[in-house]
């Protein structure tokens, strides 16, 4: 028998998305039924797009001396499954078959450790800020890509999952957009976004 979208998609990783491999990742829980998208927002520093610095920190090559926020930072070792830039361009750096360190202390429809049983992607951008219509038809056909060969049921932000220690993507995310976009694809949405 066949896998799941095994046209677009390769041991988790997908196909169309530009691979680069971070060591910040785990097996799963087993019997984890993947069914949760937790969409995140990041810009390294704050505020500044279109550089490498994203990519750095997900393969643990940031230089720490680089920008005095990354004295913040140092040390942490994180990863997402994907990153979609500005422009709507798609990395990726952990198997969507595998756990990536993304979403920390967190809960979401009655199960804790989102890590465990979720998909994270990062937004280039800044909490608060609005993000590119790029950004958004990217979005979509991942979620849709992902709904191929795992059972997304559900999408959140981080805010969403860790409410009072996260607030990314914020309210400059257009949650109804999104929405709009998936129509049909079976997706609960965070209420009242």
């Not at 942490?76 to 499954?81: D, T």
């Not at 590119?132 to 056909?141: G, I, K």
């Amino acid at each position: 028998m066949t896998e799941p979208g095994a046209g677009i998609w390769d041991d988790g990783w997908l196909r169309t998305a530009r691979r680069l491999d971070s060591p910040n990742f785990g097996p799963r829980p087993a019997g984890a039924c993947i069914d949760l998208l937790v969409v995140h927002s990041i810009s390294l520093p704050p505020g500044r797009y279109g550089g490498e610095e994203v990519q750095q920190l997900f393969t643990n090559r940031l230089d720490w001396n680089a920008h005095p926020y990354f004295a913040q930072i140092r040390g942490l070792e994180v990863s997402a499954h994907f990153y979609i830039r500005r422009d709507g361009e798609l990395w990726q750096f952990v198997s969507a078959d595998d756990r990536a360190w993304h979403a920390g202390v967190s809960q979401w429809r009655g199960r804790a450790n989102c890590n465990d049983d979720s998909i994270g992607v990062e937004l280039e951008g800044l909490e608060g800020e609005r993000f590119e219509d790029a950004q958004y038809d990217t979005l979509a056909q991942l979620a849709r890509a992902l709904s191929v060969r795992y059972p997304i049921a559900h999408v959140a932000g981080h805010e969403h999952i860790a409410p009072g220690r996260k607030q990314d993507p914020g309210p400059g995310f257009d949650w109804r957009r999104l929405a709009r976009q998936l129509t049909g694809a079976g997706i609960a949405f965070p209420p009242n976004p």
